[in-house]
């Protein structure tokens, strides 16, 4: 159940005939030639403060606009509707946003397609939006999953339904899909916080801060008793005691990671200029005395250049810091990173029925069914033809001279150490990186565990589970399943086990008794 405060609705269809009410406040705009077409509106709780702002109604635009006092200032907040018919040039979207003033979220129907905020497509118009955006500085607020989801079977949704804001910092919005409806047009919910939210970051056990010192001397504690692996679940006891071992030590070695909140630190400077001013304007406040007015605007306009070139510096410190090499943790391409870029998009499937896989859960499912129709067993029915074969197959002497006699902890540590530290980890997010950090006691806890695997010819389910990746294949239609190709993540252990991994360091011994 969402609690909603402010509603904005595009294509109402009203007329100065029609009478529709909602618990609270509802304010609406009809099309010019008061025909039931277009329109927007908005549903806004009565207990919010807010007033009215002039409707701005146009043959091309149809917008109500509110205007909401928030915990900064007043912000316009604007439901519009663009007709799909018009042409809109970049001046006309320039004059609508410059009435909203200097702090607004509009969001509606802009019928405007183009891939930096989500859409399959770059239209004329889109280009024209676009460019206006980019010109007076604003912000695209989307969640880059299709709003508009056509009836007609031979059209594919797409993004039309979004939200443009100015004066409102990106890490404060928060923008999120909605299926609970069943129209053509999904909602999306805007979130407006009062301080900076945290985006949903990468689960990973380590960064650049990891201790490794204190990591080896964690596992090392850990490995130091030998283990018994005389039978299949004691072996499939010591992988989950490995695993939990490693991922203990990296947590505990990994320092939390630390706020983006800004340094609210002031200069003594600055917070001197501060206390004359507040001195004055209570002076000011007191008496009314002209001069002390007099005195209260120069004392602002000092702070204010005081404050301008203070933040001009820091941003000038900043940018001559940036660097590309791994001494500054590539600053630089972290930098560009944050700037204005499209948004994520996360397509439908369409699922064999024709229908659309909208959430994850939804889209996982579909890709679940496709990959169980695609990838089958080899069929085995207890014939004696198969049953041969497989006989054949296991006393194959090419077969038994591969099979390997034990292997070395040296044989292990050359093998990991090789490997590839940047390679992506599996379910259990232990990376290449960490088993490169294992102290002896690890290596040789992991060398009798290969050997007990070889010797009992079992191998734990623990590392028979995969994460799939799904990933798009050049040229090819997003909304299909046969577009994606899967990519399967192991854990990192039992490529170790495989003869035709490696050549001259394989981790079989050639060596006969």
């Not at 039931?36 to 207990?47: E, L, W």
């Not at 990468?202 to 490794?212: D, E, G, I």
């Not at 998009?345 to 029925?353: A, H, N, T």
């Given at each position: 159940?969402?609690?909603?405060?402010v509603?904005?609705?595009?294509?109402?269809?009203?007329?100065?005939?029609?009478?529709?009410?909602l618990?609270?406040?509802?304010?609406?705009?009809?099309?010019?030639?008061?025909k039931?077409?277009?329109?927007?509106?908005?549903?806004?709780?009565?207990?919010i403060?807010?007033h009215?702002l002039?409707h701005y109604?146009?043959?091309?635009?149809?917008?109500?606009?509110?205007v909401v006092t928030?915990?900064?200032?007043?912000?316009?907040?604007?439901?519009?509707?663009?007709?799909p018919r018009?042409?809109?040039?970049?001046?006309?979207f320039?004059?609508?946003?410059?009435?909203?003033?200097?702090?607004?979220?509009?969001?509606?129907?802009?019928?405007?397609?183009?891939m930096?905020?989500?859409?399959?497509?770059?239209?004329?118009?889109?280009?024209?939006?676009?460019k206006?955006?980019q010109?007076r500085n604003?912000?695209m607020?989307s969640s880059g999953?299709?709003?508009?989801?056509?009836?007609d079977?031979r059209?594919?949704p797409?993004v039309?339904d979004?939200?443009?804001s100015?004066?409102?910092?990106?890490?404060?919005?928060?923008?999120?899909?909605?299926?609970?409806?069943?129209?053509d047009?999904?909602?999306?919910?805007?979130?407006?916080?009062t301080i900076p939210?945290e985006?949903?970051r990468?689960?990973?056990?380590?960064?650049?801060?990891?201790?490794?010192s204190l990591?080896?001397?964690?596992t090392?504690?850990?490995?130091?008793?030998?283990?018994?692996l005389?039978?299949e679940?004691?072996?499939t006891e010591?992988?989950?005691?490995?695993?939990k071992?490693?991922?203990?030590?990296?947590w505990?070695?990994t320092p939390?990671?630390?706020?983006?909140?800004?340094?609210?630190?002031?200069?003594?400077?600055?917070?001197?200029?501060?206390i004359k001013?507040r001195?004055?304007?209570?002076?000011?406040?007191t008496?009314?005395d002209?001069?002390?007015?007099?005195?209260?605007?120069?004392a602002?306009?000092?702070l204010?250049?005081?404050?301008e070139?203070d933040c001009?510096?820091?941003?000038?410190?900043?940018?001559?810091g940036l660097d590309?090499?791994?001494s500054?943790?590539?600053?630089?391409w972290?930098a560009?990173r944050?700037?204005?870029?499209p948004?994520n998009?996360?397509?439908?499937?369409?699922?064999?029925?024709g229908?659309?896989?909208?959430?994850?859960?939804?889209?996982?499912r579909t890709f679940s069914e496709?990959?169980?129709?695609?990838?089958?067993p080899?069929?085995?029915d207890?014939?004696?033809e198969?049953a041969a074969?497989?006989?054949?197959h296991s006393?194959n002497?090419?077969?038994t001279q591969?099979?390997?006699l034990?292997?070395?902890k040296?044989?292990v540590a050359?093998i990991?150490?090789k490997s590839d530290?940047?390679?992506?980890?599996?379910y259990?997010l232990?990376?290449?990186r960490?088993?490169?950090?294992?102290p002896?006691?690890g290596?040789?806890f992991?060398t009798?565990?290969?050997?007990?695997?070889?010797?009992?010819?079992?191998?734990?389910?623990?590392?028979k589970?995969?994460q799939?990746?799904?990933l798009?294949?050049?040229?090819?239609q997003?909304?299909?399943?046969?577009?994606?190709?899967p990519?399967?993540c192991?854990p990192?252990?039992?490529?170790y086990m495989?003869?035709?991994?490696?050549?001259?360091?394989?981790?079989?011994s050639?060596?006969r008794?």
């Open positions: 159940m969402h609690r909603i405060d509603l904005l609705i595009s294509e109402t269809h009203f007329t100065s005939k029609s009478h529709f009410s618990p609270g406040y509802m304010y609406h705009t009809d099309h010019p030639d008061n039931a077409h277009g329109g927007s509106a908005v549903f806004i709780r009565s207990n403060r807010h009215v002039q109604c146009k043959n091309y635009i149809q917008a109500t606009n509110v928030d915990w900064i200032s007043d912000i316009t907040i604007s439901a519009l509707y663009c007709p018009f042409t809109i040039k970049e001046s006309e320039s004059n609508f946003f410059q009435s909203l003033g200097g702090r607004f979220i509009a969001g509606g129907d802009y019928n405007a397609k183009h930096f905020w989500g859409s399959r497509l770059v239209l004329p118009r889109r280009r024209e939006l676009l206006c955006i010109i604003m912000n607020v999953q299709p709003t508009y989801w056509p009836t079977k059209k594919i797409d039309v979004f939200c443009v100015k004066g409102i910092a990106k890490n404060v919005i928060l923008c999120q899909s909605c299926w609970d409806l069943s129209s047009h999904s909602p999306i919910i805007v979130e407006l916080h939210q985006r949903a990468k689960c990973v056990l380590h960064n650049n801060r990891t201790n490794w990591f080896r001397e964690l090392d504690k850990a490995f130091q008793e030998p283990v018994s005389k039978s679940d004691e072996i010591a992988v989950l005691y490995f695993n071992s490693v991922q203990d030590a990296v505990s070695s939390p990671p630390q706020s983006r909140n800004l340094d609210t630190h002031v200069p003594k400077h600055i917070f001197d200029k501060i001013k001195r004055i304007r209570k002076r000011w406040q008496t009314r002209p001069v002390a007015k007099k005195q209260l605007n120069h602002n306009r000092q204010k250049h005081v404050l070139k001009n510096d820091g941003f000038h410190n900043y940018l001559t590309t090499t791994a500054s943790d590539y600053s630089l972290k560009t944050r700037l204005k870029r948004v998009v996360s397509p439908p499937i369409r699922k064999p029925e229908t659309w896989a909208r959430t994850d859960q939804e889209k996982a496709h990959l169980s129709n695609v990838f089958t080899h069929p085995y207890g014939s004696p198969d074969e497989i006989t054949n006393n002497p090419k077969d591969e099979m390997p034990k292997f070395t040296t044989e050359r990991i150490r530290p940047k390679k992506a980890p599996g259990d232990i990376t290449n960490i088993l490169q950090e294992l002896e006691s290596i040789t992991l009798s565990l290969f050997n007990a695997m070889t010797r009992l010819q079992f191998f734990p389910l623990e590392w589970v995969a799939i990746v799904m798009l294949k050049p040229e090819r997003p909304e299909e399943t046969k577009s994606y190709r990519i399967v192991f990192s252990y039992p490529k495989n003869p035709y991994c490696y050549n001259e360091s394989c981790l079989y050639k060596r008794s």
